[in-house]
């Protein structure tokens, strides 16, 4: 005897077919719903999240999909809540505008990555950033080594402003480069330029067994560069 299988049950669950049209105007009048919130919220809401708008577009999604899926939901409930969530939202943003400790507490600073081609390592230790990540982005900008960066900022949307040095005024750098990143040594068996893994500090050593960082007492080094950038 084979094995009945209830496909209605299986795609439908409790729910009858007429409902996928009740699904189907629902969907469509929470998306205009959506829209108009998102129109409210302005154009930055859209463009460039913070944190905080964040939290808003995810509020107002979850807002929009329980009245989507489950009929017991009435329509009217969600609306409510968009309205009181843009609200909210407007509210907020007026405080911020009028007030820089409310600004700074709900969007924070800007960081300062990188200053004259060397990290700032208490920024840098405050952001939940990886080097790997940070170096990623550098390195779609055409950037090879920090000396090539005058100052790098980590904005509060998450976007990186990098303010570039003239060919001219490139120094030497901590190459973030993997081939050339990843040969970094305790010892300095060369005499030369070199950079310290940590904070990206450059220095000219003579051989040793190991040198201590002037700036942050790391003990890894690898040899600096200061190639031009190439666009």
Known sequence: MF????????????????????????TILMYFIILIGLKLLGKR???????????????????????????????????VVFAVIVAAYRLTTFVMAKSRKFDKLVEGDAAYLIIDGEFSISDFKKENLAKDEFFSELRLQSISHLGQVETAILETSGNLS????????????LPILPKLFDQASKEISTAGIYACMFCGNVE?????????????????WVAAINSRRVN
């Open 3 to 26: 094995l009945r299988i209830d496909w209605n049950n299986i795609l439908m669950g409790d729910d009858n077919w007429r409902f996928i049209f009740e699904i189907t105007f629902r």
């Open 45 to 79: 809401g859209v463009k460039q999240l913070s944190v905080f708008e964040l939290v808003v577009i995810i509020s107002l999604g979850s807002a929009a999909g329980d009245p989507m899926f489950y009929k017991e939901v009435g329509m009217i409930e969600p609306i």
């Open 162 to 173: 990098i303010y570039l040095y003239e060919d001219e005024k490139v120094r030497y750098g």
């Open 204 to 220: 000219e050593l003579e051989l040793s067994k190991s040198r201590k960082c002037e700036r942050c007492g790391n003990h890894e």
